[in-house]
């Protein structure tokens, strides 16, 4: 067979399955509000912009080749806007601050972006609050290219200063956060006892996609989970070849993908994340569910 042949072939293969996905392709819509919320960590509490309440913010939650419409309420008392991390489609519009009181959609149309993005306020002193996951699973009639996952959690590292920031907080200096943070929950290393403890729930032998993004604007950190070891399955939008690690290294803004099997005797187990630049660690916990199989 000539290579014209081949190609023709592999190429109306390829396009066959761009429409499947596209014929199944959905649009979602997600109501995002900008507010100030009241949020007490290291002891100290500080109004922080949130997006709803919630720090990191709501996930988006799609599948690869949908279009997404974000409405944005911007009931904040600064102008805002959102960038779209590993997003290839240009947004109308992305640049524009939302001024409070006003509203603004981003629609985002996705092509083959898959596993995990990201958004946050473009500017820095805002990112470090108003962040959240954007995850893409595979079309409705795709598989992954790995085995299946039990479940999937998404993991976002952030920072948490005990002052408030500002407009005049245009970039952030590597280590001036007073934490940091997994899932905002800053752990038990800072010395007030108050603060929350990340956990994270697995069953023996399951197989879970955890999808870890490093929201921290200057810091790259150091990830890991003691006695377990990880796949790398994507990294920042994209499937990627796999790989072994015990630890992962996450650049700012980087998200990686990976595969981690729940196959350590029953119990429970550090999860540590800290700036490789110094030695402040931050701690969460996965913890072993005892299912009934096992008694
Ligand atoms: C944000 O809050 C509004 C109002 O409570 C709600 O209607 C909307 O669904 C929420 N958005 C998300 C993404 O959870
Ligand atoms: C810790 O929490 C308790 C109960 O909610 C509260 O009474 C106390 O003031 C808090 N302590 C600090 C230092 O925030
Ligand atoms: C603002 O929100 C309203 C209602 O939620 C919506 O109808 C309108 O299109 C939005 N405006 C923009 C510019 O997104
Ligand atoms: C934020 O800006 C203020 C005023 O310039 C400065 O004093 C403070 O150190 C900055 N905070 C951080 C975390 O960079
Ligand atoms: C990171 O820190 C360096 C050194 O302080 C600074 O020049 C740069 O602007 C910072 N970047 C961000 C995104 O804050």
Redesign the pocket.
Known sequence: MGSEKQGFIWLSGLLFLNILALSTAEVLYYEFFLQESQF?KL??TKSILTVNGSCPGPEIRVRRGDTVFVNVHNQGNHAVSLKWEGVKDSIDGSNELIQPGRNFTYEIELEDEIGTLWWHATSAWAAATVHGAFVILPAANEDYPFPAPTSDQTIILGEWFREELTEANQTIAPGSADAYTINGHPGETYG???DTTYEMQVDYEGLYHVRVINAIANETMVFGVASHSFTIVGQSGAYSRRSFTNSLTLAPAQVVDVLLCANQNVGHYYITARPSSGAHITNGILRYTTTSSLI
């Open positions: 007490t002891c100290s007030c006892s108050n």
